[in-house]
C-alpha cells in the first residue's frame, strides 16, 4: 500500500518534482470538473510554450546538448599561450540549446457560441513566479484573461519566487497571506477578488470554479488532488530528513519537525 503525505495540507517536498505534480494535477482537475459541467460546457487543457533565454540567472531550462565536432575554421592547433610554455589542448566544443517549455492550463469553453472561453484555471509554476519569458508570458495572459471578461482561477501551490497573482499582494490580509493561496476573479465581478487561505498547517480548501453567470459554481476539492498525485506518483520514498526546496519559513519549521518526527518520516 502507497504511503500518505504526512502533511495536512499541501507536501513542500512536492514542489521540488514540480514538472512531474503539475502535469498530474492538471490532468486532475481537468477529469474533476468535467462530470459537473452543465451542458454546452468542456473542459479542455491547453497549453503554451516559451524559451528561457540565456543570461537569465532564474531560468530553469532542460537543456539539449549537441556534440559538434571542430569545423572549417574552427580547429584549433595546440599552442603556447605567452610565455608560460603551457600547451593548451584543443576543446570538444558544445552548443547547448535551451529546449522550449510548455507549460499546460485548464480552459471551460463555450461551445455553443464556438469555443468561447468562460473560465481559465491556472497552477501556478516556479517559472511563472521568476523573472523571464515564462512570467512575463503568464502576465500577458492574466490581463487577457480579465480584460475579455472570463473568469481566472489561479492555484499557487508553490512557495519559492514572487507573487504574481492577479490582484496585488499587499491588497490581501495578513490573516490570508498564508505560503500556498488561490485566487479566483470573476468576470462579471471585476473588482473583486475571492482569496483562499491556505496554511502549511492545514487541509488545502475546497474552492468554487466559476462558470457563466446563470451557473452553479462547481466545487474542487484540492486537497483529494494532490493526495492522488502523492500516491499515483509514489513519492512515499522522498526525503523528510532534509530541508525541502526552498526552506521552511521560520514560524514552520519547528511545526513540520515536530510532524514528521511523530510520523516516524524524521
Known sequence: MALKSPFPGMDPYLESHWRDVHASLVIYLRDAIQPRLPAGLKARVDERVFVECQGLASRSIYPDVRVVEGGRGRKRKAMATG?????????????????????????????????????????????????????????????????????????????????????????????????????????????????????????????????????????????????????????????YRAQPVPPFAPEDAAWADELLRAARRR
Not at 117 to 130: G, M, Q, Y
Not at 185 to 212: K, V
Not at 219 to 239: F, H, I, K, N, S
Open 83 to 239: 610565455q608560460s610554455g603551457i600547451a593548451v589542448a584543443e576543446p570538444l566544443v558544445l552548443h547547448v540549446q535551451d529546449e522550449p517549455m510548455t507549460e499546460t492550463y485548464i480552459e471551460i469553453l463555450d461551445v455553443g457560441t464556438g469555443g468561447r472561453v468562460v473560465t481559465v484555471i491556472e497552477i501556478l509554476s516556479p517559472t511563472n513566479k521568476s523573472d523571464g519569458p515564462g512570467r512575463n508570458l503568464y502576465v500577458r495572459k492574466q490581463k487577457e484573461v480579465l480584460a475579455a471578461e472570463a473568469n481566472l482561477v489561479e492555484i499557487d501551490l508553490v512557495r519559492g519566487g514572487e507573487r504574481v497573482l492577479s490582484v496585488d499582494w499587499t491588497q490581501i490580509p495578513p490573516s490570508h497571506r498564508t505560503p500556498y493561496i488561490v485566487c479566483v476573479r470573476r468576470g462579471h465581478r471585476p473588482f473583486e477578488a475571492e482569496i483562499y487561505r491556505a496554511p502549511l498547517q492545514e487541509r488545502l480548501p475546497g474552492i468554487s470554479i466559476p462558470l457563466r453567470e446563470d451557473d452553479s459554481d462547481v466545487p474542487v476539492d484540492l486537497q483529494a488532488l494532490v493526495d492522488r498525485c502523492y500516491e499515483d506518483g509514489d513519492y512515499g520514498d522522498l526525503d
